[in-house]
């Protein structure tokens, strides 16, 4: 498995200004994905972090809401931009760690509040 | 695409109690697994069981996939087993999510 960290752990902002989480890893990774959990709700698939490229986002997300960067195989982040108390939220950031395993780890997540 | 449904959505046991969580999927998948999230926020990977069977202490799991589910036994209970069970399957790195099961210990 993969030990992975997130910063901020959590954060509270205002609305209308911008947050980025920072997800680091200890060792190279073939795939970062960042998540978005509403309260009591489950799991939603915001992108797939592609190393070096734009990220490949999901349905219902984009770019310019959810920049995302990953400029090497350890690290990725996710921008919340122009937030709304709506994206009040828990962002996670996940790896699988090595190729032909589609096993996937978490980080401890970043805990949003926008008021 | 593929739907997953877990059950039961809230489960309420006293500590010693074994309990049988359920993970329907609607296609066929080669990647399933079980994670746990703790009343703090974390998930933690319990199984990676697309199919067959793992025990690791006293959680157990059990998928059957030519019949599209997969369950996760939990033996002698304790009050850190609660928090919320998640079922996530796929057909490669990507997850689609069960709602959960809420599993509450009571001491």
């Known amino acids: 498995s993969a030990v992975i960290s997130q910063k901020p752990s959590r954060d509270i902002c205002q609305r209308g200004t911008s947050l980025t989480i920072q997800c680091q890893v200890d060792?190279?990774?073939?795939?970062m994905f960042w998540y978005r959990q509403q309260p009591g709700q489950s799991l939603t698939l915001i992108a797939t972090?592609?190393?070096?490229?734009?990220?490949?986002?999901e349905s219902g997300f984009v770019i310019d809401k959810f920049p995302i960067s990953r400029p090497n195989l350890t690290f990725s982040t996710l921008t919340v931009s122009n937030m709304s108390p709506e994206d009040s939220s828990i962002y996670l950031c996940?790896?699988?760690?090595?190729?032909?395993?589609?096993?996937?780890?978490f980080g401890p997540g970043t805990r949003l509040t926008v008021t | 695409g593929i739907q997953v449904e877990q059950s039961p959505p809230d489960l309420i046991l006293q500590e010693g109690a074994n309990s049988t969580l359920r993970c329907n999927f609607s296609?066929?998948?080669?990647?399933l697994q079980w994670f746990h999230q703790n009343p703090w926020g974390q998930l933690i990977n319990l199984f990676y069981?697309?199919?067959?069977?793992k025990q690791n202490g006293r959680l157990s799991a059990t998928t059957v996939a030519t019949e599209r589910y997969s369950l996760l036994y939990i033996s002698s209970s304790q009050t850190t087993d609660s928090g919320v069970y998640f079922c996530?399957?796929?057909?490669?790195?990507?997850?689609?999510w069960g709602a959960g099961t809420k599993l509450i210990i009571k001491p």
């Open positions: 996530a399957v796929g057909s490669n790195y990507q997850l689609i």
């Open positions: 296609d066929s998948v080669n990647n």
């Open positions: 069981i697309p199919s067959g069977t």
């Open positions: 060792s190279q990774v073939t795939m």
């Open positions: 972090a592609n190393q070096g490229s734009e990220a490949t986002y």
């Open positions: 996940s790896v699988v760690p090595g190729t032909g395993a589609y096993e996937q780890y």
